[in-house]
């Protein structure tokens, strides 16, 4: 935060993705990748997925990222999966948080499905 923003001010979509980022990176998370979205989808800008290495771990991830957005005055639109804790979905409009377990993640493979492009118009 800048000396001439005030505190109550809620973070850029930007912003939001930078402290979504370090509360993975402070909880050592897993092969975070962040995804533009903005060409694909009209919902969110960035995707986040990174991975814990137990339920207990992907739990304190997602935990550790709504902690983090609390403190800037960021309230999540959805949570999903917390009780379990093989899948997270953390919703904040424009930015997406997805923290899975390795083998969760590699089945849905989230990555692949949003980095590929539109396929090309095909000839009747």
Same mark, same amino acid.
């Given at each position: 935060?800048? @000396? #001439?923003?005030?505190?109550?001010?809620?973070?850029? %979509?930007?912003?939001?993705?930078?402290?979504?980022?370090?509360? $993975?990176?402070?909880? *050592?998370?897993?092969?975070?990748?962040? $995804?533009?979205?903005?060409?694909?989808?009209?919902?969110?800008?960035?995707?986040?997925? @990174?991975?814990?290495?137990?339920?207990?771990? !992907? *739990?304190? $991830?997602?935990?550790?990222? &709504?902690?983090k957005? *609390? #403190?800037? %005055? !960021?309230?999540? $639109?959805?949570?999903? %999966?917390?009780?379990?804790? #093989?899948?997270?979905?953390?919703?904040?409009?424009?930015v !997406?948080?997805?923290?899975?377990?390795?083998?969760i993640?590699?089945?849905?493979?989230?990555?692949? &499905?949003?980095?590929?492009?539109?396929?090309?118009?095909?000839?009747?």
């Amino acid at each position: 935060m800048t @000396a #001439e923003s005030s505190a109550d001010e809620t973070p850029s %979509g930007a912003a939001l993705l930078e402290i979504t980022q370090h509360a $993975l990176e402070d909880l *050592k998370a897993l092969e975070p990748v962040v $995804l533009d979205v903005r060409d694909l989808s009209s919902v969110m800008d960035w995707l986040v997925v @990174a991975s814990g290495t137990s339920s207990r771990h !992907v *739990k304190s $991830l997602a935990d550790n990222v &709504l902690m983090k957005a *609390k #403190e800037r %005055g !960021v309230r999540p $639109l959805g949570i999903e %999966g917390e009780r379990v804790g #093989e899948w997270v979905l953390v919703d904040f409009g424009d930015v !997406v948080v997805h923290v899975m377990q390795p083998a969760i993640r590699s089945f849905y493979d989230l990555e692949r &499905l949003w980095s590929v492009q539109a396929a090309q118009p095909q000839e009747i």
